[in-house]
């Protein structure tokens, strides 16, 4: 009984640790951030951070809003609901990486 209590808290623990070093792993290309952006630039509200001069800078060179950009699944971009979550993701990340500068 012990044995299987023990196995079960170190699977439990692997499989924490492991959840905390994914995210570090997923590696965003400049193709996905490109392909991406191209998608992007089809709707409106995009558009409007683009003509934005310190929202562009940061798209253009700032690597965490290019991270979030590139992480965006591209297949999903057609999808209403899926444009949203990642409308409301970009605008969390510029809003902070703005409180950064400033």
Same mark, same amino acid.
Not at 5 to 14: E, G, K, P
């Given at each position: 009984?012990?044995?299987?209590?023990?196995?079960?808290?170190?699977?439990?623990?692997?499989?924490?640790?492991?959840?905390?070093? #994914?995210?570090? +792993?997923?590696?965003?290309?400049? /193709?996905?951030?490109?392909?991406? @952006?191209?998608?992007? %630039? !089809?709707?409106?509200?995009?558009?409007?951070?683009?003509?934005?001069?310190?929202?562009?800078?940061?798209?253009?060179?700032?690597?965490?809003?290019?991270?979030? #950009?590139?992480? +965006?699944?591209?297949?999903?971009? /057609?999808?209403?609901?899926?444009? @949203?979550?990642?409308? %409301? !993701?970009?605008?969390?990340?510029?809003?902070?990486?703005?409180?950064?500068?400033?």
């Amino acid at each position: 009984m012990e044995t299987v209590c023990l196995l079960l808290t170190l699977a439990l623990i692997f499989y924490l640790n492991i959840g905390f070093f #994914i995210p570090s +792993l997923i590696n965003v290309s400049e /193709e996905d951030i490109g392909e991406n @952006l191209k998608h992007l %630039k !089809k709707h409106q509200w995009f558009k409007n951070y683009l003509s934005n001069e310190e929202h562009k800078k940061l798209i253009v060179h700032n690597k965490n809003v290019r991270k979030i #950009i590139g992480g +965006l699944k591209t297949r999903k971009l /057609e999808r209403e609901p899926y444009l @949203l979550r990642c409308q %409301k !993701k970009i605008n969390k990340i510029l809003i902070k990486e703005l409180n950064n500068i400033t």
